[in-house]
């Protein structure tokens, strides 16, 4: 018999194991191949209902969990706060209590306050998955990344990964902290001391890009929450790029060939260099896209199977 995910839900890459996390990245690689199909119709989730629950805006997270729920045959309905009751005060649980009533087979949530979707977890019949709840974890972001990684460079295990920008706020960090060292890689934090964590876990942390970076085989840009700088860093976007915008020329001193990242959506100028972002070889961004489709049809068929 072959290997059974032990999980209900997918709220956070804390509760997977190493080998849950494998499992589900073996179980996206077809995938990959299939979504390079002209023509891609598979029918596993066929008679599926696919809830996305989005309290937040969203342009990759939502329409990768729309297109994979949909290639894989499920009926799928996207339910916006923009036009929704919570707009008349009704709260998170109520609003779970209420779409749990219409049966759905699968719930997908992204929330601003994190634990959100392990609230609504609690309380509703079907399986639920985490697509970014506030600070806290964006686990298929983390699986998509780790696909990505693992595609390009052959595998995960020993590599060198910074992570650098915003990271005190990013649950992209949040998640990648917790698959990374559970592979094997080893994690470097790069940023200003005011958006490093206070918990680094058993990350080094670096307030300075070009050493953070250094010998490193991936380097994983984050956003900058220009909502957060004033509050948090002092000068402007411009002083930041100077500081902590990676380059090409900056990415020299990373180890030969690394691979950048980037989750999206990001500022060009800002905490990356535009032409660096579209390089051809360099940059990994747009596949980290193609990998979020593929792994969603995983997290949603492994889930929802009987
Ligand atoms: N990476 C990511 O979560 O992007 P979206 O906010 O567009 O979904």
């Given at each position: 018999m072959g290997y059974v995910f032990p999980h209900r839900h997918l709220l956070g890459i804390e509760q997977l194991s190493r080998e849950d996390i494998l499992f589900l990245l073996d179980e996206a690689e077809p995938w990959v191949e299939f979504n390079r199909r002209a023509r891609k119709q598979d029918e596993r989730l066929r008679g599926l209902t696919q809830f996305n629950v989005f309290f937040e805006n969203s342009t990759r997270t939502l329409f990768s969990f729309e297109v994979a729920g949909k290639r894989l045959g499920a009926e799928v309905a996207n339910f916006h706060t923009v036009g929704s009751s919570v707009?008349?005060?009704?709260t998170l649980i109520d609003t779970a209590y209420t779409l749990d009533a219409m049966r759905p087979g699968v719930m997908v949530i992204r929330h601003s306050e994190t634990g959100a979707p392990h609230q609504v977890a609690e309380v509703v019949g079907c399986p639920v998955i985490n697509a970014g709840d506030g600070t806290g974890e964006h686990p298929t972001q983390a699986l998509l990344d780790a696909l990505t990684m693992r595609r390009r460079l052959g595998r995960i295990e020993g590599l060198k990964v910074a992570i650098c920008g915003d990271i005190r706020h990013s649950r992209v960090a949040g998640s990648n902290l917790k698959l990374l060292p559970k592979l094997g890689a080893e994690v470097r934090l790069v940023g200003p001391a005011a958006l490093l964590p206070d918990d680094p876990c058993e990350a080094a942390a670096y307030e300075e890009l070009d050493e953070g970076i250094a010998g490193c085989d991936v380097v994983m840009m984050?956003?900058?929450?220009?909502?957060?700088?004033?509050?948090?860093?002092?000068?402007?976007?411009?002083?930041?790029?100077?500081?902590?915008g990676l380059t090409l020329e900056r990415l020299d001193r990373a180890a030969p060939g690394a691979l950048v990242m980037h989750p999206g959506p990001m500022n060009r100028g800002v905490e990356i260099e535009g032409a660096l972002a579209d390089h051809p070889t360099r940059s990994a961004i747009r596949e980290q896209v193609e990998m979020g489709v593929a792994v969603r049809m995983a997290v949603l068929d492994v889930l929802t199977r009987e």
């Amino acid at each position: 018999m072959g290997y059974v995910f032990p999980h209900r839900h997918l709220l956070g890459i804390e509760q997977l194991s190493r080998e849950d996390i494998l499992f589900l990245l073996d179980e996206a690689e077809p995938w990959v191949e299939f979504n390079r199909r002209a023509r891609k119709q598979d029918e596993r989730l066929r008679g599926l209902t696919q809830f996305n629950v989005f309290f937040e805006n969203s342009t990759r997270t939502l329409f990768s969990f729309e297109v994979a729920g949909k290639r894989l045959g499920a009926e799928v309905a996207n339910f916006h706060t923009v036009g929704s009751s919570v707009q008349k005060g009704e709260t998170l649980i109520d609003t779970a209590y209420t779409l749990d009533a219409m049966r759905p087979g699968v719930m997908v949530i992204r929330h601003s306050e994190t634990g959100a979707p392990h609230q609504v977890a609690e309380v509703v019949g079907c399986p639920v998955i985490n697509a970014g709840d506030g600070t806290g974890e964006h686990p298929t972001q983390a699986l998509l990344d780790a696909l990505t990684m693992r595609r390009r460079l052959g595998r995960i295990e020993g590599l060198k990964v910074a992570i650098c920008g915003d990271i005190r706020h990013s649950r992209v960090a949040g998640s990648n902290l917790k698959l990374l060292p559970k592979l094997g890689a080893e994690v470097r934090l790069v940023g200003p001391a005011a958006l490093l964590p206070d918990d680094p876990c058993e990350a080094a942390a670096y307030e300075e890009l070009d050493e953070g970076i250094a010998g490193c085989d991936v380097v994983m840009m984050l956003r900058i929450q220009r909502e957060r700088m004033e509050e948090s860093v002092s000068g402007s976007l411009a002083d930041f790029h100077a500081l902590y915008g990676l380059t090409l020329e900056r990415l020299d001193r990373a180890a030969p060939g690394a691979l950048v990242m980037h989750p999206g959506p990001m500022n060009r100028g800002v905490e990356i260099e535009g032409a660096l972002a579209d390089h051809p070889t360099r940059s990994a961004i747009r596949e980290q896209v193609e990998m979020g489709v593929a792994v969603r049809m995983a997290v949603l068929d492994v889930l929802t199977r009987e």
